[in-house]
T-cell receptor, first 112, second 110 residues
Framework: QKEVEQNSGPLSVPEGAIASLNCTYSDRGSQSFFWYRQYSGKSPELIMSIYSNGDKEDGRFTAQLNKASQYVSLLIRDSQPSDSATYLCAVLLGGGADGLTFGKGTHLIIQP | DAGVTQSPTHLIKTRGQQVTLRCSPKSGHDTVSWYQQALGQGPQFIFQYYEEEERQRGNFPDRFSGHQFPNYSSELNVNALLLGDSALYLC?????????FGPGTRLTVL
């Protein structure tokens, strides 16, 4: 059974600080990892993908992957109130011929 | 460039009825996946279509079926609706690994 675990939160972070979101997964065969942002009442929006160990940076977002520890994280620098949303971690087992397995999401609140 | 589109936006049905949801993928994408998202949960994978065939299926009963057309658009059909089928139904299109979601269809079963 493939599982993806996230702390549901809410995680409250002051504006301008770094928000750190964490995710663990159970299937060692997982190859691809994604972070989606979902605003209330909206659909998930892809913000980061990561495929190999280490860090990947895109603007204020940094994704970190450690396959040995089966751990993925997302850092948001200079957090803004518009970053307040639910962040979903998703894992893909194979090369695309599979569905994403999602965690339940972490609710992030950026306090002005 | 239009993204993933879904119709209808909202739908209300009664138990036992059947429903069809539609999805048009992003331009250049050939794979469509369907997900069910209950309130407060992450999306759950229903199935994936590629080259007009069901390629992978999640843990959903046969009441859930689908189709992909030659233009890559797709339909999700749900028969014998149950109250528990009330959820946001999401379609995602992809060319390889990255999946992009449409706005979803909110289904309410009364």
């Amino acid at each position: 059974q493939k599982e993806v675990e996230q702390n549901s939160g809410p995680l409250s972070v002051p504006e301008g600080a770094i928000a750190s979101l964490n995710c663990t997964y159970s299937d060692r065969g997982s190859q691809s990892f994604f972070w989606y942002r979902q605003y209330s009442g909206k659909s998930p929006e892809l913000i980061m993908s990561i495929y190999s160990n280490g860090d990947k940076e895109d603007g204020r977002f940094t994704a970190q992957l450690n396959k040995a520890s089966q751990y993925v994280s997302l850092l948001i620098r200079d957090s803004q109130p518009s970053d307040s949303a639910t962040y979903l971690c998703a894992v893909l087992l194979g090369g695309g011929a599979d569905g994403l397995t999602f965690g339940k999401g972490t609710h992030l609140i950026i306090q002005p | 460039d239009a993204g993933v589109t879904q119709s209808p936006t909202h739908l209300i049905k009664t138990r036992g009825q059947q429903v069809t949801l539609r999805c048009s993928p992003k331009s250049g994408h050939d794979t469509v996946s369907w997900y069910q998202q209950a309130l407060g949960q992450g999306p759950q994978f229903i199935f994936q279509y590629y080259e007009e065939e069901e390629r992978q299926r999640g843990n959903f009963p046969d009441r859930f079926s689908g189709h992909q057309f030659p233009n890559y658009s797709s339909e999700l059909n749900v028969n014998a609706l149950l109250l528990g089928d009330s959820a946001l139904y999401l379609c995602a299109s992809s060319y390889y690994n990255e999946q992009f979601f449409g706005p979803g269809t909110r289904l309410t079963v009364l």
